[in-house]
């Protein structure tokens, strides 16, 4: 039986998704895309799980798509048609993309090693990175004469600006995690050795917090991009009022004024 391209654990309330490719760098077949699509949706419906993290197995996080997978590689016989790419990003990764910022718990990314094209920008969509200090960040796409997906175009310019966005674009240059965490792209590089222990920590912490309210965060930061000011004030009224009335509310503001520890369980 072949061995799943995405491997799932679970530590207390904290649900691990492991890229399992390592021999290939972890890049994405369509298979890998359809498990790990998958499995944030086991995680979003199990009551059980309060924080996603996502990492890959062996030395590198992901290189991004596969070009030996059928869905993408050129047919070179004389006549023959081009591969329609539009529909592997309409049926695989536009999915994913979406299911990641859709998801109503926090997700984090625990960069081992190279995250490239799409592998990079499936990590940048998730809500923290965290890198190790041998990791990379490398907009590969226009060596191959593509554009950025898996939401790059979007996320690039709001994470560093139109100026660097356009620099790792078309230049396609490696970024090195701690230049990474400098400009802003990534939330923090640590040790190699300590990748695991304080992205699991972390994870952890986020797990404990009212994490209903934390995806709710994402949304309002995400939608405010596309707002005026108005409209963003608009919108945190709306969340505010969705959220006062719920339990963690409720729990946190008690547990503030009695001086001890809340215990949150919204989702």
């Not at 994405?28 to 993290?53: H, I, Q, Y």
């Not at 990492?55 to 997978?69: K, P």
């Not at 890198?131 to 907009?139: K, L, N, T, V």
């Not at 996320?155 to 139109?162: M, N, Q, S, T």
């Amino acid at each position: 039986m072949q061995e799943s391209q995405v491997l799932v654990s679970q530590e207390a309330a904290v649900r691990t998704l492991t890229l399992n490719r390592p021999a290939a760098l972890n890049s994405f077949t369509t298979a890998m895309l359809l498990e790990l699509r998958a499995a944030f949706d086991a995680a979003a419906a199990d009551p059980g799980v309060r924080c996603v993290m996502v990492t890959g197995a062996g030395r590198g996080f992901c290189a991004g798509q596969d070009l030996s997978d059928p869905a993408i590689k050129p047919d070179l016989a004389p006549g023959a048609s081009p591969k329609d790419i539009g529909n592997l990003l309409d049926d695989y990764y536009i999915p994913l993309a979406l299911r990641v910022r859709s998801m109503p718990i926090p997700v984090i990314a625990a960069v081992n090693g190279v995250a490239a094209g799409a592998g990079a920008n499936f990590a940048l969509g998730c809500d923290l990175v965290l890198a190790g200090e041998s990791a990379s960040f490398i907009q590969a796409f226009s060596k191959i004469g593509l554009v950025p997906d898996c939401g790059g175009s979007w996320l690039l310019p709001r994470l560093v600006g139109r100026a660097q966005a356009l620099a790792l674009t078309m230049l396609g240059d490696k970024l090195p995690a701690l230049e990474a965490q400098a400009m802003g792209l990534i939330y923090r590089c640590v040790p190699d050795a300590e990748l695991a222990t304080q992205a699991q920590a972390l994870a952890q912490r986020l797990a404990a917090m009212p994490v209903a309210a934390l995806a709710l965060t994402r949304q309002a930061v995400d939608s405010a991009m596309q707002m005026d000011w108005p409209a963003a004030l608009a919108q945190e009224a709306v969340l505010q009022r969705r959220l006062g009335a719920a339990h963690d509310y409720q729990e946190g503001a008690s547990a503030f004024l009695q001086k001890r520890k809340p215990s949150f369980s919204d989702r």
